[in-house]
Each structure stands twice: as structure tokens, then as C-alpha cells.
């Protein structure tokens, strides 16, 4: 199971930030996310061993394509190793399916170019599980072989988002799923456990450690 971090404070300054980046537990993750505006000081803070990936259009998803694509070639320019599109829900509301496809050749491409991994976001708690089945589809016939159900943006039970989760999985299982609800206690944690999925990523340093001493 591999382990991520978001950052995502507004409210955070760079001396503040760096303080953080010190803590040992980060030193332990597979990638962390942040906004663009972090990725330099994050790459010059942490191992090279630990991937960064950026949010785009987080975290309502409602931008076009070419305001998408300028802000992944510019997070590929500071350094974003892996990149996190927020799925557009006006597609996916009105069966927009075609121009999906299209924003998604559009977006690989660019990331292929530039030798990066591109993933997708969705927001389970908008749709129904029968389209959300439908897109992890699309993901997959399209090489986009990792998604997270939730931005976390709002509070999100990580029960609630594994079994999401085990949902999408049990109809499309060829697909990678990162959980990415809100852990609070080593019960949340022993439920991850239990359900050992591809992936997990949180988003506080208390999170982090609890995800850590329980292994």
C-alpha cells in the first residue's frame, strides 16, 4: 500500500511550511501533494525519492480544457512529478461522454510529453455508483490507471471512502484506487488495514504518524 500527503493550507508561509517538510514522517511517504505554488520549495526540502504531485482545478473541476492544460504545463515546469486532474462533473451530468474522452487525450498527451504521471479525481458523494463505474471505465480504456474517489475537500469518513472505493473496484478492478478520507484514530487506521487498498493518502502529519506506528 503506498502512502501520500496532501498540503493543502492557504494560510501556511514558506518558513512555516519548511518547518514542516523537517518532520521524519515525511521522509517515509511515497509522494505528498501540494499547490503549484509549493512544488520548489517542497523539491529542495525533501528526498528525491519522494514524488510530488500537484491538484488541478481543485477543487470543483469547472475549468476548461485549455485552462486545465496551461496549469499542468506549468506545473510540470516547476517540477510536478505526478499530475491530479479534478474530473470535470458537467461532463458526467450531461453525458458528455465524447468531450470528455477528448479533454483526457489532451491531458495525457501533454504528460506523456513530458514523462509524467497523470491521475484523475473524482467526488464519489455527486453521483450515482453505476456512473461512476462508466468513468473508472473511460480512465482505464484511456491508460489512466490511477484515480482518488474524493478531493477532500469537504469532511470525508475514510469508511465512507473505502468503501467507495471497494465499490468502483469490485466493477472495474483492473483500476488503482488512492483512499482519501479524513483519518482520525487507530480504529480508521485498522480499517485501511483490513481492507489493504492500492493505495492511501492523508492529509495531516498526525494522520500520517498514526498510518505509520500501526504498521
Not at 523537517?22 to 499547490?35: E, G, H, N, Y
Not at 479524513?182 to 498510518?211: D, E, F, M, R
Request: hydrophobic share 40%.
Amino acid at each position: 500500500m503506498i502512502t501520500e500527503f496532501s498540503f493543502y493550507d492557504l494560510a501556511t508561509s514558506d518558513d512555516e511550511l519548511k518547518e514542516i517538510l523537517k518532520d521524519t514522517s515525511l521522509q517515509k511517504i511515497d509522494a505528498i501533494c501540494v499547490f503549484l505554488h509549493h512544488i520548489k520549495l517542497v523539491r529542495n526540502s525533501l528526498s528525491e525519492n519522494i514524488k510530488i504531485s500537484t491538484p488541478i482545478d481543485y477543487p470543483l473541476g469547472v475549468s476548461d480544457t485549455k485552462t486545465r492544460l496551461f496549469s499542468i504545463e506549468s506545473a510540470i515546469k516547476s517540477g510536478a512529478n505526478i499530475i491530479n486532474v479534478v474530473a470535470q462533473p458537467y461532463y458526467f451530468c450531461n453525458r458528455k461522454y465524447e468531450k470528455f474522452r477528448d479533454e483526457i487525450k489532451h491531458t495525457q498527451d501533454l504528460c506523456i510529453k513530458n514523462n509524467v504521471e497523470l491521475r484523475y479525481i473524482l467526488e464519489y458523494r455527486l453521483f450515482t455508483y453505476e456512473l461512476l463505474y462508466k468513468v473508472a471505465q473511460i480512465f482505464l480504456v484511456n491508460n489512466i490507471k490511477t484515480i482518488y474517489p474524493s478531493t477532500g475537500y469537504l469532511l470525508d469518513d475514510i469508511n465512507d471512502n473505502i468503501l467507495a472505493a471497494a465499490l468502483i473496484n469490485k466493477k472495474v478492478p483492473q483500476i488503482n484506487i488512492i483512499c482519501n478520507g479524513n483519518v482520525w484514530n487507530t480504529g480508521q487506521v485498522h480499517n485501511i488495514q483490513k481492507t489493504n487498498p492500492y493505495g492511501i493518502k492523508v492529509n495531516s502529519i498526525n494522520a500520517l504518524k498514526l498510518l505509520q506506528e500501526n504498521r
